[in-house]
């Protein structure tokens, strides 16, 4: 009996101290972290912003589809849930719906940005909140427009006026609960841009968008570059610009789930996220880029030599034939009207109009005149015409083909007198 009472003891003491570790081991294997909706904006006859080659809806699918699969294939445990997979049109408030009715972790709308200043350029990301700049809140309201299409908007959005500061205030009552987690995971994404993305990070930010206004979850909206920037809607057209910016969303994504569920699981490098053979596309596409580049170079200096023997040339040319009109005679006034660091063909426009053009150099700077006197007088008269065309133009004397000042040639005309 008494041996009995000890068996049960034990069993019960080992039960006890095994019973922090089940429950550690159980935790362990079930990840808190386990749904995510990705939101590929727009869609259907609601293109978005439109490009010089690509819309918006286009590359935010592409995009979505492509960090969809990235989480399947790497971050077992974790479902993806997208709002659409197709060109398909569907109400911002709709979006979110999906997400709370699957109670989901985490929401992400990916978009990508526009503006009328076609240098505007950059990545950024945004929480629900009060717009606090003018570029905040002309985000949101260029995103936000779609509802002013969309049927039954005032039941769907409780009267909500895009320009009204009642309808700001209204939204930012929503989602507060969620605000430092989306802040969080939207800085992490930001992060991975400025590291990986060749585009400038315009950082955090918070706006009112509808597509966040009712994710009971951590939510955020993640602009990926400027489709209306030539540059940054080249990238974001191409199959490398698209998978960079998706591992980065995916990184961030890892980090974000590492951090509330715990965990210190390695995150995969961006290079091991990009596909091999867009890697090999890429550095391809590279290496034409730096051909193409070298090409338009060599011939760009080729082009710079036969101007600059061009010019050589006529420069040689002309003084030969100053030296002839002068029949011999050693001293001579011009009007320089020019100096340039370069020399310049004498058929070039800046002489239309000028007689007997005439360069030399000076002190690595070429001078150019024209008119070509005996005397100071007559050099003083065409003066008045050339400064009609270059306010600044003087008269300058030569003694035997060299630059003399005026003083000198003064002294030089009274003794050869
Ligand atoms: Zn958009």
């Not at 024209?370 to 300058?396: H, I, N, P």
Request: charged share 25%.
């Amino acid at each position: 009996m008494n041996e009995h009472i000890n068996k049960h003891s034990i069993f019960y003491f080992v039960v006890l101290l095994l019973l922090p570790f089940l429950a550690f081991s159980q935790n362990e294997n079930k990840s808190k972290f386990d749904k995510i909706v990705i939101d590929a904006g727009h869609g259907g006859n609601k293109p978005g912003a439109i490009g010089s080659k690509y819309k918006e809806k286009d590359i935010a699918l592409s995009v979505s589809i492509k960090l969809g699969k990235l989480i399947n294939e790497n971050l077992k445990g974790v479902k993806v849930y997208y709002t659409r997979v197709i060109d398909q049109d569907i109400d911002l408030y709709k979006r979110s719906t999906v997400a709370n009715k699957i109670n989901a972790d985490l929401f992400l709308s990916i978009h990508c940005n526009s503006s009328t200043n076609k240098s505007a350029s950059g990545t950024e990301t945004y929480a629900m909140g009060l717009g606090k700049t003018e570029n905040n809140l002309e985000v949101a309201k260029k995103e936000n427009a779609e509802i002013l299409t969309e049927s039954n908007s005032i039941e769907n959005y409780q009267g909500f006026d895009l320009n009204s500061p009642e309808g700001d205030i209204l939204l930012s009552l929503y989602q507060n609960a969620y605000l430092q987690s989306s802040l969080d995971f939207a800085a992490k994404i930001q992060n991975q841009y400025s590291k990986n993305v060749p585009m400038k990070n315009r950082g955090v930010h918070q706006a009112n968008f509808v597509v966040l206004w009712k994710a009971s979850m951590p939510a955020v909206l993640t602009e990926i570059g400027f489709i209306s920037n030539t540059k940054e809607e080249e990238y974001l057209g191409s199959e490398y610009g698209q998978w960079t910016i998706a591992s980065c969303i995916f990184r961030a994504i890892c980090e974000y789930r590492n951090k509330i569920d715990g965990l210190n699981d390695p995150i995969p490098e961006i290079s091991k996220l990009i596909p091999e053979e867009v890697k090999e596309q890429e550095k391809i596409r590279q290496q034409n880029l730096l051909i193409a580049q070298q090409q338009k170079e060599s011939i760009e200096k080729e082009r710079k030599e036969l101007a600059e023997q061009k010019a050589q040339q006529e420069y040689i040319q002309n003084k030969e034939a100053a030296n002839k009109a002068m029949n011999g005679k050693d001293l001579v006034y011009r009007v320089q009207f020019l100096s340039s660091p370069t020399q310049l063909s004498l058929s070039d426009k800046k002489f239309t109009g000028l007689e007997d053009v005439f360069s030399y150099n000076e002190k690595g700077s070429w001078k150019y005149t024209a008119g070509l006197f005996a005397s100071q007088k007559e050099a003083l008269d065409y003066q008045k015409r050339v400064k009609e065309t270059y306010a600044d133009a003087f008269v300058v004397a030569f003694y035997k083909g060299k630059r003399v000042s005026i003083v000198e040639a003064k002294r030089l005309e009274s003794t050869t007198n």
